[in-house]
């Protein structure tokens, strides 16, 4: 467990925000969100903007929070 991590996009040093929800399911991996680095997420045709947020895994791979896809550094 991670209690802080650098922001893969803006290099701030984040805390940990808790566990990854994505797909309906919860993630046991750290979770950081960035509010320098806005991120957006879908509703259907509408688009909102939200805290970048992504989650760190125990072999320190990146998660992007809204895909919960493996991120480049
Ligand atoms: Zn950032």
């Known amino acids: 467990m991670r209690e802080t991590f650098r922001c893969p996009r803006c290099n701030r040093t984040l805390k940990r925000a808790g ?3 994505a797909d309906g399911h919860t993630l046991p991996l750290d979770t950081f969100p960035c509010d320098e680095c806005m991120g957006e997420f879908k509703i259907g045709a509408s ?4 805290a970048f947020t992504f989650a760190v895994t125990p ?4 998660l992007d929070g809204a895909t919960g896809r493996p991120m480049e550094r």
């Open 19 to 21: 566990e990854l929800c």
């Open 59 to 62: 072999n320190g791979q990146i």
């Open 47 to 50: 688009t909102f903007p939200t």
